[in-house]
């Protein structure tokens, strides 16, 4: 840490009787997704300027990277058009993750998007799904997740629309291609008014409160700012290095901590692991020997990765098993090892240092949430910021940092939970990792929740906004045999609920085919 008390620089600055708007200065440490789409964001909601320094000496992972529908919203309050950011960042449609090998090997399931059928009597659907399966009026193979339009579209192999048309399912995400994904958010900054400076940061010089004044760079001249964004990954080299704020460690609960990556091409040779379907609008998450591996299908090749915990297997071992599932030759295949940390910061606002991506906490990917915990820690911090950006100083007596780690920590925490209840409800004990991550000290928030689902049939959920619905619990529970309680009784079902839930799917069939295969829709929007 230095400091500086030398005169013209941002604490001698008479802040409170600045022009409004444009004259508060933000400052985004590093690029990527995180970097360039808190860049956009806050260039629009605050109407500041704004600056992204990034190094020219950090690779893009540059691998497929899936969403949850939340990064719908970002587009359209962006005002993008839907197609050209398909066309732009090589993307397709989500519609769902299929688990293969969780449960048991050779077990499969569906976590598609939106709910499921329609809720009967004024509650899920699953209760009435599940009475039925109890009672034997619904065969004994039906799944909870056979009402679902998404699922329906995804076992089909089609588009959630037509060209030109809107989208027929309500809840849909992109699979995208991380490098194209970061060079488009990086147009879309730029046209809004960010400046872009290429540079390393060497350190920070700080006030007598401990604020950060400015950035000193390698070979250019010391960036000044009023507010400054970490969004430096891992190296997180404000928040920690300046600010010291504490990191909370999780690999205890979430093992897995490293990952190997590769492409295979749109039209390259798979085995038996691939899909019949030419271009899956879904993820495909595999239970591997030492953790799991994903799919990602983009436009023009699939990003696959497999996550997995280096006490229990060797990268190179990791990457043949990789191969192996998603075929490719290991003398040639180029791939790529990057090492997790699992955790989070509960201090990720500490002055005026915001951390914001990878530098404020990472959970494994399994449910696609890195980008949604960016745009969600965007809303948050300009939610906390005092209502008159213009004339505040980015600091504790300024705005409410307070409610932004409340918030963020239990958004943190429900995505861990969420993800370690795929683990702990798994069957599988064929290997020692599948032994070790399913029987973890569980934290109390998840043992809660599984307590409470389990004898009364509720979900406890976050009282803000919760990321993960009681629809979300249900499809990943009821496939691992963890039914909602207490067990329905011998009540007959009502008149009409046989017929009810058979013209669910068989309406969701007849929609699904009069739409064109994802394949076809993707290349249609694609020139």
């Known amino acids: ?169 309500h809840n849909y995400a992109f699979h995208l291609d991380a490098g194209k994904l970061a060079a488009f958010l990086q147009e879309v900054a730029v046209s809004e008014g960010v ?6 940061v060497r350190g920070a010089i700080r006030d007598e409160r401990g604020n950060i004044q400015s950035l000193s760079l390698d070979g250019q001249t010391a960036v000044a700012g009023d507010l400054f964004i970490d969004c430096s990954g891992f190296a997180s080299v404000l928040i920690e290095q300046e600010m010291q704020s504490e990191w909370i460690d999780w690999s205890e609960q979430l093992i897995c901590d490293r990952a190997v990556t590769l492409r295979r091409s749109r039209n390259e040779p798979g085995n ?66 990057v090492p997790m940390r699992v955790g989070m910061r509960p201090t990720s606002w500490v002055g005026n240092c915001v951390s914001i991506g990878l530098s404020a906490g990472f959970v494994e990917p399994l449910e696609s949430t890195g980008i949604f915990l960016v745009q969600r820690a965007l809303d948050e911090l300009v939610d906390c910021l005092p209502a008159a950006v213009s004339t505040c100083v980015f600091d504790k007596r300024s705005c409410d940092t307070q409610a932004f780690h409340a918030r963020m920590t239990e958004v943190y925490a429900q995505v861990r939970d969420f993800v370690l209840m795929h683990y702990v409800v798994s069957q599988r004990r064929d290997t020692a990792f599948w032994t070790d991550a399913a029987t973890v000290a569980l934290p109390d928030s998840l043992a809660m929740l599984l307590d409470e689902y389990t004898s009364t049939g509720r979900v406890r959920l976050p009282q803000r906004d919760p990321t993960f619905l009681d629809v979300n619990h249900h499809c990943i529970l009821s496939p691992a045999g963890v039914q909602p309680g207490p067990l329905p009784g011998s009540r007959a079902p009502q008149p009409g609920t046989i017929d009810f839930l058979e013209h669910i799917r068989s309406t969701h069939a007849q929609i699904a085919r009069r739409l064109p295969t994802h394949a076809l829709l993707i290349d249609a929007i694609h020139p």
């Open 1 to 169: 840490m230095k400091t500086d008390d030398s005169p013209g620089l941002l604490h001698e600055r008479q802040l409170d009787a600045s022009p409004p708007g444009s004259d508060r200065h933000l400052v985004v440490v590093g690029g990527g997704t995180a970097g360039w789409m808190s860049a956009a964001t806050l260039k629009r909601r605050l109407k500041c300027r704004v600056t992204v320094v990034e190094s020219a000496r950090v690779p893009p992972i540059g691998v497929g990277e899936a969403t949850i529908p939340a990064i719908v919203d970002w587009i359209e309050n962006m005002g993008i058009d839907e197609d050209d950011f398909i066309r732009r960042t090589g993307a397709t449609y989500k519609l769902a993750i299929r688990f293969d090998h969780w449960v048991t090997p050779q077990h499969r399931y569906w976590h598609p998007f939106g709910i499921c059928g329609s809720p009967i009597d004024g509650v899920d659907l699953i209760h009435t799904w599940q009475r039925g399966v109890h009672q034997g009026w619904l065969p004994a193979d039906s799944k909870y997740t056979d009402y679902s339009f998404q699922r329906e579209l995804c076992e089909l192999g089609r588009g959630p629309r037509a060209p030109g048309q809107p989208s027929l399912a």
């Open 195 to 200: 400046q872009h400076v290429v540079a390393d």
């Open 272 to 337: 038996d692991a691939q899909p019949a379907i030419e271009l899956p609008p879904f993820t495909i998450s595999t239970g591997m020997n030492a953790g799991w591996s994903w799919q990602i299908p983009l436009h023009e090749n699939t990003g696959c990765g497999y996550v997995f915990s280096s006490a229990h297997i060797s990268d190179e071992d990791a990457r043949d098993e990789l191969i192996d599932l998603v075929g490719g030759d290991a003398e040639t295949a180029e791939t790529r090892t």
